[in-house]
């Protein structure tokens, strides 16, 4: 039905992104050493020249002071750390109830036609809409945010192991039927490693969404994470630690993020390389 | 030949579900396999060349009709029936070795004693050196050779061939042809091959069989009288032509 129509083509080209950005990013980072280093001067010099006050735009060294700062008072680590355990609980929630489920939906066509209507309605309805519910019924502790996690997650990576499953060429199905496999073997012999490159592009996306999840969680309502402090440096106008905040959320979506790349790089060396730059896939 | 055939086809339909009545592949086929006989199906597209393959190999289960394997019925996939597809069929993340392993693997054979089988194997095709090639850097013969040499490794009783060098070159072809002649000369295997090469089938069978165009029956079945030990050079006998003619002529 609706969500599991996708054309080999797209397969196709979904594999030959996850190629391109496995390969040659060594000179990518010295080129974005560069480039974070002129945009961080454009900043002091818009902060600098603008004569903004600190609450509305912090000076690069405002935010670097708040940074020592909630470093020394333990804040920062302590957060982070839990958004961070949301984010790792949340993903391994969130890809294995996705990959077992895709798998059965990839296998059966009834399952699907039953299941299918309400994975669509379910992406439908915007995670803050549904992060409040979750929260009265979960509580506002780390369980809720998992959850929402989770969601968030689960989408990106149910459709990419289905259509991964599902671009496992017929001919190999038959192979394995006349060397008489048996269910496992198949399963490991033939569909994981043939359904891996659509199934990691998948990953990749749903790892940088795990942050959005977490973070979404936290908004609504929770105490401690980097979301509350985000909230809590809105309310106190103090903008530099929401800066604080969001770079280090930024640096765990990239982490992830690479995480998931050199992944890839490891698990699909046999597929043709050719060159380009890490984030054009997204 | 005296003994006892290994595969017997008894009255083999095949129908598939079409709509209007369905659509028969298949009509009525019957014929016996005698052990170490080279078989070749010959018939023009759409006479249910490939369907009758599938059939033998426990792919495709027949509408009508039975296949006798070895003294029982034949109803699923067996592993002593080792099967060469239409195209190489190579898994694109296995290097060359291990793409050749693959049937011991999952007949739970040590990888040790597994890699050793599929060296003699690799040595048989002619593709020494290239064990750790990925397939994508095989061309469309070499990947075929692999196919074969995986079809072979479990070392099985029956070896069914699909049109293997149809994707290919006639030049390629042409010597896929004599190196499938030699591979059996060297392993006297029983060999049933679906083909629409006239040529193909002369080289290499001892019986043809040829198949009408839809439904599939079975027109001629011809014993192929050529002398064996076979080369290159019988092409160019007038036997060889002369029997080519009569093939030609029956597939009208």
């Not at chain 1, 002091?44 to 940074?67: A, E, K, Q, T």
């Not at chain 1, 440096?233 to 530099?240: F, K, W």
């Not at chain 2, 042809?177 to 029983?190: C, F, N, S, V």
């Amino acid at each position: 039905m609706g969500v599991m129509k996708f054309s080999m083509k797209q397969i196709d080209q979904n594999n030959i992104l996850i190629n391109r950005a496995v390969n040659s990013y060594r000179p990518a980072i010295f080129l974005a050493i560069i480039s974070l280093t002129i945009a961080a001067f454009l900043w002091w010099l818009i902060s600098r020249l603008g004569n903004f006050p600190s609450f509305i735009l912090p000076s690069p060294m405002d935010v670097w002071h708040r940074f020592v700062l909630s470093i020394t008072d333990g804040s920062l680590l302590r957060n982070s750390l839990v958004t961070l355990q949301e984010i790792v609980l949340g993903l391994t929630l969130g890809v294995s109830v996705a990959t077992i489920l895709g798998y059965f939906l990839a296998k059966s066509h009834t399952f699907e036609k039953i299941i299918s209507p309400y994975i669509v309605a379910s992406q439908s309805v915007p995670i803050v809409a549904i992060a409040p519910i979750l929260i009265i019924w979960f509580g506002p502790g780390i369980f809720s945010k998992i959850l929402i996690c989770s969601l968030t997650v689960f989408f990106p990576v149910l459709v990419n192991t289905v259509v991964g499953l599902r671009s496992v060429p017929e001919e190999l199905q038959d192979l394995m039927r006349s060397l008489k496999s048996t269910r496992w073997q198949t399963i490991s012999k033939l569909e994981i490693p043939g359904a891996l490159p659509v199934f990691l592009g998948g990953l990749r996306v749903g790892a940088t969404l795990s942050v959005i999840g977490a973070v979404v969680g936290e908004f609504v309502g929770s105490d401690k994470g980097l979301g509350f402090l985000i909230n809590l440096g809105r309310g106190q106008y103090d903008t530099a630690l929401v800066f604080v905040s969001v770079f280090t959320l930024i640096l765990i979506a990239m982490s992830l993020y690479g995480i998931v790349v050199i992944l890839e790089k490891r698990l699909l060396s046999w597929q043709q390389s050719s060159k380009d730059t890490i984030l054009e896939h997204q | 030949m005296q003994e006892e055939p290994v595969l017997i086809v008894k009255n083999l339909s095949a129908v598939f579900p079409n709509g209007n009545g369905g659509l028969q592949a298949l009509d009525q086929i019957s014929f016996s396999v005698f052990p170490q006989e080279f078989v070749c199906v010959l018939g023009p597209s759409g006479s249910g060349k490939s369907t009758l393959l599938r059939i033998l190999a426990g792919l495709l289960l027949p509408t009508g009709g039975k296949v006798i394997y070895q003294g029982s019925e034949l109803d699923e996939p067996r592993r002593d029936i080792g099967f060469v597809f239409q195209k190489a069929n190579l898994m694109p993340w296995r290097t060359v070795i291990q793409n050749i392993m693959l049937p011991l693997e999952l007949d739970n054979i040590s990888p040790a004693d597994a890699e050793r089988y599929a060296r003699e194997m690799v040595k048989l095709v002619g593709l020494c050196g290239f064990e750790e090639t990925l397939p994508r850097d095989l061309s469309g013969g070499m990947a075929q050779r692999v196919a074969i040499a995986r079809a072979l490794v479990h070392d099985p009783q029956l070896l069914l061939l699909d049109e293997p060098f149809g994707a290919l070159d006639a030049l390629t072809r042409e010597r896929m042809g004599m190196e499938l002649l030699r591979i059996w000369q060297a392993r006297r295997k029983t060999v049933v091959m679906v083909t629409h090469s006239i040529s193909e089938a002369l080289l290499l069978a001892d019986r043809v069989l040829v198949l009408t165009p839809r439904p599939g029956r079975i027109r001629l079945d011809f014993p192929v009288n050529l002398p064996r030990p076979r080369d290159e050079e019988i092409r160019y006998t007038p036997e060889f032509t002369e029997l080519t003619r009569v093939l030609r002529g029956a597939i009208g």
